[in-house]
């Protein structure tokens, strides 16, 4: 029974050299000495403090805040249309797209008009319109616009059913609009409605009458006309 005892004793005596040997092996340094306790210490506070670093996140695309340049041309100003049959004066106020003023012409007869119209890129609609001698014409331009110029077709119709085609070639004069000066139009006297003479009545002319010599009227037989009046009490009157 002791020897059992002391059996165990060397047994527990044995690892606990063991361990203890192990434990000294931990704290040697590099260089082959023993790490003291403040190089134990940093050595863990510098494991603790270490960061890992983060995958970085990817950054959102940039969002493009620039408008889109306009998509039409400046063509305020004054223009001079050359046209087949003439040339018209033009002035243009622009509002964006939208076009408007007045033209108007000299030959072969004066003539004051309305404009209207819009611009979409290079591209140019334009509408003017005109009363001449009482009908109603409409122009119609349409065509590439840049630089000062206008270069295009043009269809006119007027209210009697009448139309032509053409091409136009345009100019800017002047991008001042204050110049424009619209034509003289003589303005038509009323029209008077024709009088008709109303024809005049003759007079009626007094019935011949019968005279004596002597310039006395003749006298009359009233027993000639008896017969248109009633005779007696309750005669029935002639018809």
Same mark, same amino acid.
């Given at each position: ?6 059996? /165990?004793?060397? &047994? ?8 203890? !040997?192990a ?5 040697v ?19 603790e ?5 983060? @995958? ?6 940039e ?13 305020e100003?004054?223009? /001079?249309l ?5 040339? &018209? ?6 509002s ?5 003023? =007045?033209?108007?012409?000299?030959a ?9 119209? !819009? ?12 009363l001449r001698?009482?009908v ?10 840049s630089?000062?110029?206008? =270069?295009? !077709?043009l269809i ?10 053409g ?10 609009? !204050? ?7 003589p ?6 409605? @024709? ?8 007079a009626a002319?007094?019935? =011949?009458q ?13 027993t ?16």
């Amino acid at each position: 029974m002791n020897t059992k005892k002391v059996a /165990i004793s060397l &047994i527990l005596a044995i690892a606990l050299i063991s361990g203890l !040997s192990a434990a000294d092996d931990g704290n040697v340094s590099e260089d082959g000495g023993i790490l003291g306790q403040n190089e134990i210490a940093e050595t863990y506070d510098i494991a603790e403090t270490t960061d890992i670093a983060e @995958p970085a996140e990817p950054s959102a695309p940039e969002i493009q805040t620039a408008l889109p340049e306009a998509a039409y041309g400046d063509l305020e100003g004054i223009w /001079i249309l050359n046209t087949d049959d003439g040339q &018209i004066s033009m002035v243009l106020y622009q509002s964006e797209d939208i076009l408007f003023g =007045a033209a108007n012409s000299v030959a072969p007869a004066p003539w004051n008009g309305v404009v209207t119209g !819009s611009v979409l890129g290079d591209t140019v609609r334009i509408q003017i319109l005109t009363l001449r001698e009482g009908v109603l014409v409409s122009t119609l331009i349409a065509g590439p616009a840049s630089d000062g110029t206008i =270069a295009g !077709s043009l269809i006119q119709s007027d209210s009697q059913g009448r139309s032509e085609t053409g091409s136009v070639m345009g100019i800017m004069i002047n991008p001042d609009t !204050s110049g424009y000066t619209p034509a003289n139009v003589p303005v038509a006297a009323p029209a008077v409605a @024709p009088v008709t003479p109303t024809p005049e009545t003759p007079a009626a002319t007094p019935p =011949a009458q019968e005279t004596t010599a002597d310039g006395r009227r003749t006298p009359v037989d009233v027993t000639a006309f008896r017969e248109r009046f009633a005779v007696g009490a309750g005669a029935p009157l002639p018809f």
